[in-house]
Structures are given as structure tokens and as C-alpha cells.
């Protein structure tokens, strides 16, 4: 079994609909958890990041980790064409030291199609 | 700034030869990794460097070699290439204190025939 599950889609839906991701894990060690967009051809660019439970909010952006439930989801809010690409849920564990030292487990990855 | 530099960006190599993909950053940042990704499989960890001098391994590190003598440069290499090792890879750095976001390069497309 993965330590971090992703439903890898793909999922297609109109412009301005709400679009939720969500990743599940097992490792309870995670401490931290990112999400990270990947154009076609590209790396990937870090969304957002967090390190308790609760939301965050930027802009469209909604991301939110429940750790009692290994359960971690990103919202998009209106959501656009250029929102198209694949979504990817990365977490890290607290290190020895006080640093995460960027050492990443990444989810499958969703792609992601929002069709005008 | 130019971030986080891969190249090449695209290699085709036969079984059996070597290469190095090349890695370089100017953010000053003291962790550097190096990731492949496969269809299905996400980025999975190759190697890591927490400064210059420093190397570790990660989730996959098989048939493959990092050094960091700078800390601007982070180099994988391939010591015998096996058609197993068709990946996308991904350099990545950041700061090694607290929670630091990774910043990826735009990735090296390895085909081995």
C-alpha cells in the first residue's frame, strides 16, 4: 500500500465549477502538506503548503487537512481553463532538528480539465 | 533569477552507457533533491543533498550516483543505464530549515533503448 493515495482522475469539468482533490495517507508521521500544480512539460509549482490541521485560503484556492483522518483536499473556486493540469499532494515528515529537509512523499497525481 | 536550471531536456541513450544530468540552482539554497516521475507512480525520491558536501538516499536510489561538491550544483548520474530508468527527472531545492517549499526545475525526458 501507497503511504499516499490520489485518485489520478482524470476529471473534467465546466468553467466555474467548485473542484475538490483530496489525498488520503497513512503515514502519521506527515507533518506538513503541500499541493503542487504541473503543467504539460513542465515541474511542478508549489500552490500551497501547511503544516496543521484546519483551511487555508489564497485566493481560489482552498486547502484543507483533517490529520485525524489522514485526509487532505484542495478546493478551486471558479474554476478556469488555465486551471487545467495535474494536481499533485505532497506531505513531509517533521526531521530530526526542526526541519522537514524537503524530503517529499508525492500523491499520483489528478489531471485536471476545465472545459470553457 | 533563473531558479532551478535542468539539462539536458531531453536524452535518448542505449542500454549499458552512462550520462550525467545536470542540476544547478542560484538561490543559495542549502537542499537539493532529485525526483523521477512515472505514469501512475507520482515523483518518488532518488537522492538528496542537505549542504554541500552532504548526500543521503531516498526512496529509489538504485543505479544511481549524486554528488554536491558546490551548493549550487546537485548532479545525478547514471552509471549504466538500464531501459527501467525511462523517467521524467526532476531537481528540486530549497531551504533546509523549517517547513520549505521545494522549487523544481522544468525536468530532464530520458529515454533508454
Known amino acids: 500500500q501507497k503511504e499516499v493515495e490520489q485518485d489520478p482522475g482524470p476529471l473534467s469539468v465546466p468553467e466555474g465549477a467548485i473542484v475538490s482533490l483530496n489525498c488520503t495517507y497513512s503515514n502519521s508521521a506527515f507533518q506538513y502538506f503541500m499541493w503542487y500544480r504541473q503543467y504539460s512539460r513542465k515541474g511542478p509549482e508549489l500552490l500551497m503548503y501547511t503544516y496543521s490541521s484546519g483551511n487555508k485560503e489564497d485566493g481560489r484556492f482552498t486547502a484543507q487537512v483533517d490529520k485525524s483522518s489522514k485526509y487532505i483536499s484542495l478546493f478551486i473556486r471558479d474554476s478556469q481553463p488555465s486551471d487545467s493540469a495535474t494536481y499533485l499532494c505532497a506531505m513531509s515528515a517533521f526531521q530530526a532538528g526542526g526541519t522537514s529537509y524537503g524530503k517529499l512523499t508525492f500523491g499520483q497525481g489528478t489531471i485536471l480539465t476545465v472545459h470553457p | 533569477n533563473a531558479g532551478v536550471t535542468q539539462t539536458p531536456k531531453f536524452q535518448v541513450l542505449k542500454t549499458g552507457q552512462s550520462m550525467t544530468l545536470q542540476c544547478a540552482q542560484d538561490m543559495n539554497h542549502e537542499y537539493m533533491s532529485w525526483y523521477r516521475q512515472d505514469p501512475g507512480m507520482g515523483l518518488r525520491l532518488i537522492h538528496y543533498?542537505?549542504?554541500?558536501?552532504?548526500?543521503d538516499q531516498g526512496e529509489v536510489p538504485n543505479g544511481y550516483n549524486v554528488s554536491r561538491s558546490t551548493t549550487e550544483d546537485f548532479p545525478l548520474r547514471l552509471l549504466s543505464a538500464a531501459p527501467s530508468q525511462t523517467s521524467v527527472y526532476f531537481c528540486?531545492?530549497?531551504?533546509?530549515?523549517?517547513?520549505?517549499?521545494?522549487?523544481f526545475g522544468d525536468g530532464t525526458r530520458l529515454s533508454i533503448l
Open positions: 543533498s542537505v549542504g554541500a558536501g552532504i548526500t
Open positions: 528540486a531545492s530549497g531551504r533546509g530549515t523549517g517547513v520549505q517549499p521545494q522549487h
